[in-house]
Every structure is written in C-alpha cells, then in structure tokens.
C-alpha cells in the first residue's frame, strides 16, 4: 500500500517531508511518479486535473490539502466506497478574517488615496468611517465564514450573513434562500464572497446580483473565482455603481496577463493568499485519516458533493 | 462675556455652528475678529500662535479642540488662575486603534507589495504571518494608548507598552522608564508612538533609540512629529535597520514639498487622519466646560504641563 500526493503547480516537498514525519513505515509518492497505481489507497490532492483519480483502481480516501474540495467532486464522480475529507484547519478560519479585515480597514481608511496622494507630494486629510458605521455581509456561513462573521462582530462591524440555512448567532443577521437575498445585499458596505464552489455558486454573482447590492459598496472575493461573472462585475465597476473589488481568486489561476482584471483600476488582485493550509497544523487530522482508512473507521472531516454553503 | 475660536488652518464654522447649538446665548467669535479682547473669558484653541493667548487679558479657561494640549503649553506659559482642558473623547481612542490595526494588518499581509505586483501583472504568493505571531509595543499609555494596547490584544497580538509608570492590565506587558526601553525594545515587530508632546519626549527617537529596535521593524507614528528625529529615521531606513515607517504626524504640518519623507521609498506619509475630534461626540463636554467656568467650577478633563506619558 501507498500514498500518492497530486499537487498541481506547487511544490509538494514540504507535505511529503511532514507526512514522512508522522508516517514513517509509508510509501509516498509524487504523481505522476507512481510505482504501481493498483497499491495506491489514499490519496493527497490539490486540483487533480480529470482522470487523474481514475488511474487508482484501489482507491479508498481522498484527502484534499485545502479547505475546499470542489477541485475533486467537479472533476470525478467519487464512487460510494471513497470517502473524501477535507482539511478544517483554524489557522485558515484565522487567515481569512485576518485577511478580511485588512483589506475593509485599508478601504475605509482610504489609505491607498493616500499612497496616490504621497506620491503628488499632496496633503488631503480626508475624513472617513469608524467601524461601528460599517456594514459587512458574509456570503456563506459555513464554518470559516461563521468565523469571520463573528471576529467582525466582536470589534463593532454591522455583520449580516447569507447561507442556505438560517443561522442562530447572538449580534449577526442571518438572511437565507434567493428570497431574502435582495434585502441582504441591499444594505451593505462591504461583500465578502467566502462561499464554497457548488453548482448553486456558479456564476452566482452577475450583473442582476451585483446591481442589488447598495451602490458604491465593495467586493471582496475569497471564496472562488467561479462564482463571479467577470465581465458583469467589469461592468459594474465601470458603471460606477460597485466602488471596488478585491479579488483573492479567479476562474483560471494563476491569473492570466491578458485579463483585463489586472490594469482595471478598481480592481485589487492578490495571488490566492486569503487563507492558505498550514501543513503543521493540518497534518495531524491527514495522518489520523490515514490510518482510519486503513482501519476501516470513517474519515475525520468527510466532505460530500451536498457539503456546505 | 464672549468665546473666542482660535483654529489655524481649518475651518473652524462646523465647531461655531455646534458651540451655537449648544450655548445659544452666547456671543461667539472667530479669532483674530474679536470685537472686544476683554470680555473673553473662554478660548476654544487648536495649534494658536506664540502671543495669541496674551491678547486676552480676563482669560480663565482654555478648551484645547483634541486630545493633546503641548499646542498650548509649548508657547503659552499658564497662568495659575487659567484652567486648560483638553478633550477626551472615546471616538478619539477608538480612530486610534483602527487605524493603527489597518496599518499594521497591511503591512503584515504584504498588501502593498501585491499592489506593486498587480501593476506588473505579476502572480507570486508570499507567506506572511498571523496576528497571534506579532510583537506590538505601544510607546505612551495614556488613555488612548492603553485602549490600542488592550484592542490589540483582545484580537491576539502580543502587546506590551513603555510609560512613566507601571501599568497593570491583563494580558499587556508594562515596561517604564529609561532602563527598560531597550529590553521593551528589543522584541518588537511593530512600534506604535501614540506619547504626547512633553519636553522628555522631544527628539525621544533618535538614532540610538531607533538601534534598539529589532532589525526590521517597522514604525508607526501616531504621535507628535516632534517625537522624532527625522534625520536619524531616514539613516536606519537607509541602513536597512527600520523595514519602513508610517508617519502621520510631522514636525511641520502640512509636510513641506522639500521634506525627504514624500519620496522616500519606506516612507508612508498620511495626513494627520489617524483620530480627528469629533464634533459630535465631544461638543456636550465643551459646553459643559463653558458652563462649569463661568460658575467657578473644575473643567473636566483638566490638564497641566505635567500631565500624561
């Protein structure tokens, strides 16, 4: 038996350096530079590119190495017998609202005006608002957006969240279904996207969805770069009713030169950093899965095609 | 018996039209048109001239229009029968510590450098460091230095604060005086000077001051220009000692066009913004004070040339 790691455009040295660590006795191995794909039952996996999992005829566990697994159950039909766990890692949770609220303060702040501004040798103090005037909406309450939703709370921001389900926290708004969309996003300073990528998300934020939002209000995209249709956001942008976005993700990564995201002057790019998996505190849960595959018991964190949002 | 309003280089009508609101009776007037120098008994002054002060010969209070009151002492010697009042306003501490977390949070997760990467449409992820991982200090705790001190540590990062004397607060490392400078020093990732003007703070940060930092970490400067020297500043920028420095506050305000800082390349200028009075929340405590003067009462907020650090 052995483990493959499918790791597409990274490098894998560091997951297969910690696994060896907490995994002595395995065989590991870097797809495609694999032995005998009939030993292979567990598998690492970071966007696998299709057919990639159909090599493995004895495959038993797909582990994603992200908090997502929307790279595996859009790529492969998982038969019943494979289970698929994703990470939960608080370090992401913590990432993301770390993240999150760097880059409302820096809005609100109008700290990039100043950047210009030093640059024109120009003295503007402009006034500006205080937490407690700010709303944010979450989009997607699952467990990393339930996390930020709070931290944003218990420092003063208006915090509501949009999600399937309602959701029954002390001090956040929770609005669900498309039914109570309109009146979610209608309210809002500030968009936060950090919903996973299902069929219902795709292509969820066009041009009908963002002109619901109230106008000069901010995007930030965390979540996936699917969920937005480029074009309708360009257009909104350039229509003067969205007052800015940042983009953490996008349709194809990385972004290519000739979109026209990189030289809008509206749009903040940055490389997919929002929240990124810590291999010291994943590994742990990644190598208790291995062994309860081995073992027969269920995985730690099983995730399935209806998982989320 | 009239006000006087003392306001260089602002407009000083919105604080006119609120002072009017809330003491309708009274005769207020906008230096330098006052009708009659004798009959003012209460001076609203930000940043008045050497001399202003001495014009007004029946004086008995001063309502500073901020939190800092050197504006006053450092050109006006007080007389015994003159009270001075400075504002203490919740919005001021709060501004305070938001835009301190904005600038630290941007710096930490490297948003300028993918700014930069953006123009040169160029994809590179970096690493960067969370918030339970960062050394903070806060040079002055005073009031609007302890609420950073204690907002900065309720969200994680590990706070410590250098005053006059010890402070005792859960959860914040106190250090005082000039023998543990170096050790308060020696361990920060981020220094935050929120000390008011006093002669021992004059030119406080100096070469030999700034050496004691750790190698790149970073300034931030919320306090009084005067605090620094900027020559020195520029040379530990140079020498790759400081990583980079925001600068709010100046010795000379608005920054002269001449001044090295504007193009200086980890040198961050923004203008005096980091807390700005607030009309709203801190005119009831300055016609409280009208009030409490013309009745012979203590202001509130009272402040000598002793006070604070």
């Not at 299709?50 to 790529?75: C, E, M, R, T, Y």
């Not at 880059?103 to 640059?119: A, Y």
């Not at 921001?157 to 708004?173: L, M, Q, T, Y």
């Not at 039914?179 to 996973?196: A, G, T």
Request: aromatic share 10%; net charge neutral.
């Amino acid at each position: 038996m052995s483990i493959a790691v499918i790791y597409d455009n990274k490098d894998p040295k560091p997951w297969v350096d910690a696994l060896s660590k907490h995994l002595p006795v395995e065989k590991i191995e870097i797809y495609p530079n694999i032995e005998e794909y009939s030993k292979v039952e567990f598998v690492l996996a970071w966007k696998a590119k299709k057919d990639d999992f159909l090599k493995f005829p004895n495959l038993k566990a797909i582990q994603s190495l992200g908090a997502s697994v929307d790279h595996i159950f859009s790529i492969f039909e998982v038969p019943e017998n494979v289970q698929v766990a994703r990470i939960v890692d608080f370090r992401l949770a913590d990432d993301m609202w770390e993240f999150v609220l760097s880059i409302i303060l820096k809005e609100m702040k109008n700290i990039s005006q100043f950047r210009v501004d030093q640059t024109n040798k120009l003295w503007r103090p402009t006034k500006y608002k205080h937490i407690t005037e700010i709303s944010v909406g979450i989009l997607g309450a699952g467990e990393i957006g339930m996390h930020v939703a709070k931290k944003l709370a218990a420092i003063g921001f208006n915090v509501s969240v949009w999600s399937r389900n309602r959701k029954f926290e002390d001090g956040i708004a929770s609005y669900c279904g498309s039914e109570e969309l309109e009146i979610f996003l209608s309210k809002l300073d500030y968009l936060v996207d950090i919903l996973p990528f299902t069929k219902a998300t795709y292509h969820l934020i066009d041009y009908n969805f963002l002109k619901k939002l109230k106008k000069n209000a901010f995007l930030i995209n965390v979540g996936r770069g699917e969920q937005v249709v480029d074009e309708d956001l360009i257009k909104c942008l350039d229509e003067g009713h969205i007052k800015g976005a940042l983009l953490d993700v996008f349709h194809i990564e990385p972004l290519p030169v000739s979109h026209p995201y990189w030289k809008h002057p509206k749009v903040q790019i940055t490389p997919h950093i929002a929240s990124i998996t810590n291999i010291e505190s994943s590994i742990l849960q990644i190598s208790e899965n291995f062994n309860r595959m081995k073992t027969g018991k269920p995985l730690l964190n099983l995730a399935n095609q209806k998982t989320s949002f």
